[in-house]
T-cell receptor
Framework: AQKITQTQPGMFVQEKEAVTLDCTYD???????LFWYKQPSSGEMIFLIY??????QNATEGRYSLNFQKARKSANLVISASQLGDSAMYFC?????????????FGGGTRLMVKP | DAGVIQSPRHEVTEMGQEVTLRCKPI?????LFWYRQTMMRGLELLIY????????DSGMPEDRFSAKMPNASFSTLKIQPSEPRDSAVYFC????????????FGEGSRLTVL
């Protein structure tokens, strides 16, 4: 079974609007962390935001916020006020602290395209 | 601070040749990862090291692939002999295992095997 599922291969959003990128995960480990990375066309992987399984509040980082719904095992990324520079691939990833050492497992990614 | 440094950035080689990719992790990080990215398979973990020791190499495709980490500041991924299906972007990443485990990626090595 897939540990990280991103069901949206591609999405469009109008500049200045908010967009939600979906991520669901599967784990039996009670201690885990969820990450989002951005990969622009230049190819580098840029860390955006982190949410720990025991964190009480949703993580926020500037225009990025993580809608963490533990019971539903979802960790959606919300980008507010989209900018043209937000056009990129976005990857959700998970680290299972007890079960899988220090490795991160990545989802298949969502390509976001911001329209002017 | 310097980030993760990979070399070469681009490599074009012929089938059958040996390819060596190099990585210098961030100083102080104790975990190092090699990922491969292709359009078909996305991001795949090949192998990772904790404190220079290989922990999980189950992602290494076959015996043609090998990775070493002789010290805390250097790692290599070798493909011998290379095949066209090895064409991909190879990322090295490092992290501090005592923290959240956020990976810091290098810029990647784009390999093309003709």
């Amino acid at each position: 079974a897939q540990k990280i599922t991103q069901t949206q291969p591609g999405m469009f959003v109008q500049e200045k609007e908010a967009v939600t990128l979906d991520c669901t995960y599967d784990t039996s480990d009670p201690s885990y962390g969820l990450f989002w990375y951005k990969q622009p066309s230049s190819g580098e992987m840029i860390f955006l935001i982190y949410q720990g399984s025991y964190d009480q509040q949703n993580a926020t980082e500037g225009r990025y916020s993580l809608n963490f719904q533990k019971a539903r095992k979802s960790a959606n990324l919300v980008i507010s006020a989209s900018q043209l520079g937000d056009s990129a691939m976005y990857f959700c990833a998970m680290r299972e602290f007890n079960n899988a050492g220090n490795m991160l497992t990545f989802g298949g990614g969502t390509r976001l395209m911001v329209k002017p | 601070d310097a980030g993760v440094i990979q070399s070469p950035r681009h490599e074009v080689t012929e089938m059958g040749q040996e390819v060596t990719l190099r990585c210098k992790p961030i100083s102080g990080h104790n975990s190092l990862f090699w990922y491969r990215q292709t359009m078909m398979r996305g991001l795949e973990l090949l192998i990772y090291f904790n404190n220079n020791v290989p922990i999980d190499d189950s992602g290494m495709p076959e015996d043609r692939f090998s990775a070493k980490m002789p010290n805390a500041s250097f790692s290599t991924l070798k493909i011998q002999p290379s095949e066209p299906r090895d064409s991909a972007v190879y990322f090295c990443a490092s992290s501090d295992i005592s923290r959240t485990g956020e990976l810091f990626f290098g810029e990647g090595s784009r390999l093309t095997v003709l």
